[in-house]
């Protein structure tokens, strides 16, 4: 992997791109050697330019931050931050956190969410499973098993995190979501056939038809220049993975990913190039768009996916809602969910169940 | 030769108490008259990691994924596997598939 006149002693090559100082690292995305001060102009300056270019946010929003307290939401936490100040978006921005209610797990991460709280001085909301559902992730694991508790998860944060942007007010949720992962969805959802989510999966920008758009400004931005970010920065992040996620079928596809990432660092973005690519036919059908009977959330059914599966659990059937219309296939949210897919299409993204990785 | 390990994002859980920082000594292979970054990571994986070696190593260098520094430099700017070390040298060890 090394080239023959590769030195092998550190600190003897300079910046290509101001001449002077030491590089620091190699960017996967240009293979550029670059110190430390000009990678903090780049890695800040293509996430500004990615909002940019995009339209991500208009003067005077106000924005919520899904904040797990990982190194992905700490970045962003700290980087939107900065950028809002320095460029004038004119932003309002909010951390919001969901806590599961996962013993010696989430209630660590939060502590991290808090400090972040005060260090980057961005106003902190905690939503819980218990106050909202009555139900934590323990009690629920206690309850059903590790079987299927990633699709209680995946469903009640999407929704947790849209009831906390509502309590906050908020005009958008922004979440840490990186090149990385979404090249891993991209390719979880080419091996599950589904193509409705393939292409939607590199969205920058979803549930603009819902009640709160979710974007991700770190859609090209690569998981190893977050974390150098974060490691040269001394960015205080939590890094276990969750207690309840052996959600091995996600962790193949990444490793893959990182696999080729190795051979060829532009392969993460030619993977979402690929995703985006894919169009839906215009003969898919979408489902009619209603509100839960119950809670009023955002449903095609009668009843909401959260307020099925708390149905199950509350009268002690918590197989209910779980797989009862397997042929219509899982989708590759990292729930492994299946009834009231097709329900839910319009409303979210791919990403948003994904368990073993702390964001939303 | 005095090295300093340290071990973040993850990693530290594979360790011993799951501590972060190690001061260690170590010496360069058998018929080798440096130490390189190929001798070490075969000496971290027998001296100091405690579980799920694959967390860490896979095809005698470390899982991709894993970031090393060495003297806060990207290791892939020094040569990777065949880095050669030096007395009191600071590595970095950091998973980035922790978590998000
Ligand atoms: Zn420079
Ligand atoms: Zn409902
Ligand atoms: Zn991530």
């Known amino acids: 992997m090394q080239s023959a006149a590769a030195p092998t002693r550190a600190g003897s090559r300079l910046c290509t791109r101001c001449g002077e100082r030491k590089a620091a690292l190699k960017r996967p995305k240009t293979l550029e050697q670059i110190c430390r001060e000009c990678f903090y102009i780049v890695f800040e300056d293509e996430i500004h330019q990615t909002i940019v270019d995009n339209n991500l946010f208009k003067a005077g929003e106000r924005v919520a931050i899904g904040a797990s307290g990982g190194k992905d939401s700490t970045v962003l936490a700290y980087v939107l931050s900065e950028l809002n100040k320095r460029h004038k978006y004119g932003l309002d921005l909010f951390l919001l956190s969901i806590d599961e209610g996962i013993t010696g797990y989430r209630d660590d991460s939060l502590e991290t969410v808090k400090r972040n709280e005060l260090q980057y001085g961005l106003p902190l909301k905690i939503v819980s499973y218990k106050d909202l559902y009555d139900w934590t992730m323990d009690d629920i694991v206690k309850a059903i098993g590790l079987k299927n508790n990633c699709t209680f998860c995946g469903v009640f944060r999407r929704q947790a995190l849209d009831r906390g942007a509502a309590l906050l007010k908020v005009d958008k949720i922004v979440t840490g979501h990186n090149a990385d992962d979404i090249a891993e969805t991209v390719l979880l959802n080419i091996l599950r056939g589904d193509i409705a989510r393939l292409s939607r999966c590199t969205f920058i920008t979803t549930g603009e038809d819902g009640p709160i758009p979710r974007c991700k400004p770190f859609k090209y931005t690569y998981e190893k220049e977050i974390v150098m970010y974060a490691y040269f920065k001394k960015l205080d992040y939590f890094s276990t993975e969750c207690i309840y996620s052996p959600n091995a079928y996600r962790g193949f596809a990444r490793e893959f990913i990182k696999d080729l990432e190795r051979m060829r660092p532009r392969a993460i973005l030619d993977i979402i190039t690929s995703g985006e690519n894919f169009r839906i036919s215009t003969t898919t059908r979408m489902p009619e768009q209603g509100t839960c009977e119950r809670c009023g959330y955002i449903s095609s059914q009668k009843l909401c996916k959260a307020c099925v599966l708390l149905d199950g659990l509350n009268r002690g059937l918590p197989k209910l809602g779980i797989g009862r219309t397997a042929k219509v296939g899982a989708g590759a949210d990292g729930s492994g969910e299946q009834q009231g897919k097709r329900a839910e299409r319009r409303n979210r993204s791919s990403l948003q169940g994904k368990h073993g990785n702390l964001d939303f | ?100």
């Open chain 2, 1 to 100: 030769m005095h090295l300093t390990l340290e071990f973040g994002g993850g990693l530290e859980l594979l360790l011993e108490k799951s501590t972060k920082v190690h001061k260690v000594d170590v010496q360069p292979r058998d018929g080798e008259d440096k130490a390189t970054m190929k001798g070490l990571l075969s000496w971290v994986k027998s001296n100091l990691i405690k579980e799920r070696p694959e967390m860490f190593i896979k095809d005698d260098s470390v899982r991709p994924g894993v970031l090393v520094l060495i003297n806060d430099c990207d290791w892939e700017l020094c040569g990777g596997l065949d880095a050669e070390l030096e007395d009191k040298d600071v590595v970095v060890f950091i998973s980035t598939l922790h978590g998000g």
